[in-house]
T-cell receptor, first 115, second 112 residues
């Protein structure tokens, strides 16, 4: 596709359940990023994948959060045993490569609500 | 990451120019200045970036101070669709890479 695709667009889950969020980056983009944005707040970095390098997981808030990127393309963010404070919009972005001159392209996000 | 400082909010009238300032006094010689904006209920979108020279594209212009400690994003004629949060971000150049760190940004309100 022409842009970054995220699914589902909305997810409501019960506290304690596991959820998986999917991101399809732009074809050929080697870098992929996950951010989250709580209501009325700025973007919080979660994790970053670059090619075959080990991911930068420094933003993951707890060990309940994990992400993988298969075949250098699609990425899945998994949240285990969801808590109400996990409610947020989860945004995925991709970029062409590590060259600083390439901007990020963001998806429209997945709105996660934990009830 | 070097820090940027932006006003919390600004207002403009439709069809008037808007100058959004950003201070980055601790910028290093290899840091690029990037601007993104986030429209309501959307993910951020890239606007423009620069290193030392002023830059123009179809969306906006970027004016960079000679000492690079500040920059200004210029929207030449604001429209209602330009109402958004505007983020000024420094990104390391050279061979380093990594995440963009978003601050709180400037909320731009455009009045009809």
């Amino acid at each position: 596709g022409a842009g970054v695709s995220q699914s589902p667009s909305n997810k409501v889950t019960e506290k304690g359940k596991d959820v998986e969020l999917r991101c399809d980056p732009i074809s050929g983009h080697t870098a992929l990023y996950w951010y989250r944005q709580s209501l009325g707040q700025g973007l919080e970095f979660l994790i970053y994948f670059q090619g075959n390098s080990a991911p930068d997981k420094s933003g993951l808030p707890s060990d309940r959060f994990s992400a993988e990127r298969t075949g250098g393309s699609v990425s899945t963010l998994t949240i285990q045993r969801t808590q109400q404070e996990d409610s947020a919009v989860y945004l995925c972005a991709s970029s062409h490569d590590r060259n600083v001159n390439y901007g990020y392209t963001f998806g429209s996000g997945t709105r996660l609500t934990v009830v | 990451d070097a820090k940027t400082t932006q006003p919390n909010s600004m207002e403009s009238n439709e069809e008037e120019p808007v100058h959004l300032p950003c201070n980055h006094s601790t910028i290093s010689g290899t840091d690029y200045i990037h601007w993104y904006r986030q429209l309501p209920s959307q993910g951020p979108e890239y606007v423009i970036h620069g290193l030392t020279s002023n830059v123009n594209n179809r969306m906006a212009s970027l004016a960079i101070a000679e000492d690079r400690k500040s920059s200004t994003l210029i929207l030449h004629r604001a429209t209602l669709r330009d109402a958004a949060v505007y983020y000024c971000i420094l990104r390391a150049g050279g061979t380093s890479y990594g995440k963009l760190t978003f601050g709180q940004g400037t909320i731009l309100t455009v009045h009809p």
